[in-house]
């Protein structure tokens, strides 16, 4: 399993919703703290070695999300609308992910840990590699997926 090839250490700060003025919808090589965006709608968004801490991105839609070399600790994506996300050296430290729904999905080198999945989707999601840590994913929506090699799975 790949880590995130970034150091959040020497990242300068940015805001999250120049995204939106982006000609490509690009948010790349920054930190993204104490941030909160809601109801937000981007279509193809590509978001590039960034790393989010305490921000709040529940409610948002952003299918067809492309995420490469990308941290979240202490985050809030619940009830989000990832559908057709590529996710590539992800993780996930101590997020929320309530209702989140990442149907049609690939997820390589993607690490949750001491995150709350509960009512997530993963239908039709591709998890060539991804590891579930102290993880709680009760009621969690995994049809037609493929999910093998997953790692350390251990749930709460």
Not at 74 to 93: K, T
Not at 95 to 117: H, I, R
Not at 128 to 134: L, N, R
């Amino acid at each position: 399993m790949n880590a995130p090839k970034i150091d959040p250490t020497i990242l300068p700060a940015i805001d999250l919703l120049t995204i939106r003025t982006a000609e490509d919808q690009l948010l790349a090589n920054g930190a993204v703290v104490q941030q909160t965006v809601t109801n937000l709608t981007l279509t193809h968004p590509l978001i590039e070695q960034c790393y989010f801490e305490n921000t709040i991105l529940s409610e948002n839609d952003f299918e067809r999300l492309e995420l490469t070399d990308v941290i979240f600790k202490n985050c809030d994506l619940s009830n989000g609308n990832f559908e057709q996300a590529s996710l590539y050296r992800v993780q996930f430290e101590n997020c929320k992910l309530v209702g989140a729904t990442f149907d049609d999905g690939y997820f390589k080198d993607v690490s949750f840990k001491n995150c709350q999945l509960n009512l997530a989707n993963f239908n039709a999601t591709k998890f060539p590699a991804v590891t579930f840590t102290d993880s709680r994913l009760s009621d969690v929506n995994c049809m037609e997926s493929t999910l093998s090699p997953v790692h350390h799975l251990r749930f709460k």
